[in-house]
């Protein structure tokens, strides 16, 4: 069974800068497009950053060109680095694969903070 563990979050101030980690056991990582989701109480998740397994990445209009994900696949880790962080940006955090047919069960998240 597959397992995801993220971590990273934190308290930060507007501006401010996080990095997100995703580690992933029990399963052959190399394949797979994976993606970080982000999700406020009340709302729907929401796609944040995606990247194939080739490397090729996508973002949300809301977080390009603040936002990097990466991924080392001999580690089974996908990171994202978010730089300039804004209020809106507060949610709890995921990763998971990119397609939602081929959704793992869900870790238990990492909740970023953005406030002054």
């Known amino acids: 069974q597959v397992q995801l563990v993220e971590s990273g979050g934190g308290l930060v101030q507007p501006g401010g800068s996080l990095r997100l980690s995703c580690a992933a056991s029990g399963t052959i990582f190399n394949f797979y497009d994976m993606a970080w989701y982000r999700q406020v109480p009340g709302q729907q998740r929401e796609l944040v950053a995606s990247?194939?397994?080739?490397?090729?990445?996508n973002y949300a209009d809301s977080v390009k060109g603040r936002f990097t994900i990466s991924r080392v696949n001999v580690k089974k880790t996908v990171y994202l680095q978010m730089n300039n962080l804004k209020p809106e940006d507060t949610a709890v955090y995921y990763c998971?694969?990119?397609?939602?047919?081929?959704?793992?069960?869900w870790g238990q998240g990492t909740l970023v903070t953005v406030s002054s």
């Open positions: 998971n694969r990119r397609r939602r047919s081929d959704w793992w069960i």
């Open positions: 990247i194939t397994s080739g490397g090729s990445t």
